[in-house]
């Protein structure tokens, strides 16, 4: 995927190149469809547009919005422009009564059939996407967010307080095999400062940049060693996340919280992260 990402820089595309996507998505609402934004390169000159795509039975189906481009025969949202190309980040929305949801109530995909207004179809690697239906909220009776911020440099703080005692028995993210160390860096901070630190420095591409609000965190690098571990109601817990700005897929996803209370009920609470899409 790097080459076809150099080699078009420089000559006209046969056809657009889709970016890789790194998509979990929670779908909340089982009567509402499941709207999906995918980014691809064409050329500026006769720019290709989605008609619909398919994966395997399912069809979904191009949502244009006000704030799209005109030209004599296409609607079209331009992520950025480049000299030749446009980077293109279109809305497509499949109806929720036709996803095939699994016995654990997901699906997946790594490719898709577009179909092009010109009628022309490829099929393409998308990457993954994980589309979860998800009943109801697990963790407002144990870890409530009350607060999220972040900037444009990539980092993103998410406040949480206690609502029950509770014990914290991990955090995790999906596609951890792909995007790992090199892509995400994450803090965890308690209100009491009770946990150890054993990897200080964090990945090795927070040293080559100046990322000062997520280096100042007062927090811990992700490590499986540190669970579990325990919190009393009342207490705080931060998440702290940077994403690496040279990557060039398209990522979001939740990390989750899992742990049970006091009074043994389990619980999920989630915090999410989403970036890339830019060259």
Known sequence: MIGNYLFFHSKQLEKPIFLDHYLAIDNYN???????????????QNPAQIS????GDVQGY?????????????????????????????????????????DSQSWSFDTMEVMYTNGETDTVPIGQVIISQVISASNKDALRSYSSSGSTNGDNTTSFKVIKTLEITDIYYPFADIIGDDYLAVKIGTSDNSLKDDNPNGPKWLEENEYNSFKMANGFF?????FPFQMKQGEGLRVYTQTNPSIKEVYEFPLSIQGRTVDG???????????GKCF
């Open 265 to 275: 009920d389990e619980f999920i609470a989630k915090s999410y992260i989403g970036g």
């Open 30 to 44: 089982e009567n509402q469809p499941v709207q999906i934004s995918f980014y691809y390169i064409t050329n500026k």
């Open 222 to 226: 992700l490590q499986k060693d540190i």
């Open 52 to 55: 619909y795509v398919t994966i």
């Open 62 to 102: 191009p949502i244009h919005y006000a704030g799209g481009l005109w030209d004599s025969e296409h609607l079209f949202s331009p992520h950025q422009e480049f000299t030749h190309h446009y980077l293109i980040s279109q809305i497509v929305e499949f109806p929720s009564e036709n996803i095939p949801f699994d």
